[in-house]
T-cell receptor, first 111, second 115 residues
Framework: GQQVMQIPQYQHVQEGEDFTTYCNSS?????IQWYKQRPGGHPVFLIQ?????EVKKQKRLTFQFGEAKKNSSLHITATQTTDVGTYFC???????????FGAGTTVTVRA | GAVVSQHPSRVICKSGTSVKIECRSL??????MFWYRQFPKKSLMLMAT?????????EQGVEKDKFLINHASLTLSTLTVTSAHPEDSSFYIC???????????FGPGTRLTVL
């Protein structure tokens, strides 16, 4: 079945620095979605990428979808303490429209 | 925005008892609801997909007789953990899809502890 791998699992960032989390699917995706889960909270939808090579920005967050629609990345610039949490990518399968979540990247920020 | 509620938020039960968790879409009709299980510091594992008025579709390895799902209306799905055991202790999260987009709206989750 479809597998979605995400790295790194943990990201310790100095406040103000940039970082990137990467997501790879074993199969071509219909779309890829990104969610953020704050400590003790539930996943909250951030964005969806549908088109091959698509790039979307939300303030300091930049999301990319690969040309082959099998990989994606989330880049955060000038990290702030409010960025703390776990970021999950989730790939929507072409075949059965199931959402497969990556393992998540848990971000901590050093002030 | 779309809101999904879950009840209860926390439940502690004795081994062998059954626990029902409710998932409600508050301001939209959910054609499809999903049930996930999340272990500490782990990702979300899809357990089953629930469509209103039809039987749920369970993922491989998930026992349908142990995790009973009922999607009685377009705003309510329930998950019943039957004859719960300590290994069933986990964080159970539901999500709902309105059918308008692929976005899933997640409930706040239910922390189940089986003693």
């Amino acid at each position: 079945g479809q597998q979605v791998m995400q790295i790194p699992q943990y990201q310790h960032v100095q406040e103000g620095e940039d970082f990137t989390t990467y997501c790879n699917s074993s199969t071509t995706l219909s779309n890829i979605q990104w969610y953020k889960q704050r400590p003790g909270g539930h996943p909250v939808f951030l964005i969806q990428l549908v088109k091959s090579g698509e790039v979307k920005k939300q303030k300091r967050l930049t999301f990319q979808f690969g040309e082959a629609k099998k990989n994606s990345s989330l880049h955060i610039t000038a990290t702030q303490t409010t960025d703390v949490g776990t970021y999950f990518c989730a790939g929507l399968s072409l075949n059965d429209y199931k959402l497969s979540f990556g393992a998540g990247t848990t971000v901590t920020v050093r002030a | 925005g779309a809101v999904v509620s879950q009840h209860p938020s926390r439940v502690i039960c004795k081994s062998g008892t059954s626990v029902k968790i409710e998932c409600r879409s508050l301001d939209f009709q959910a054609t499809t609801m999903f049930w996930y299980r999340q272990f500490p510091k782990k990702s979300l594992m899809l357990m089953a997909t629930s469509n209103e008025g039809s039987k749920a579709t369970y993922e491989q390895g998930v026992e349908k007789d142990k995790f009973l799902i009922n999607h009685a209306s377009l705003t309510l799905s329930t998950l019943t953990v039957t004859s719960a055991h300590p290994e069933d202790s986990s964080f159970y999260i539901c999500s709902a899809n309105s059918g308008v987009s692929d976005e899933q709206f997640f409930g706040p989750g239910t922390r189940l502890t089986v003693l």
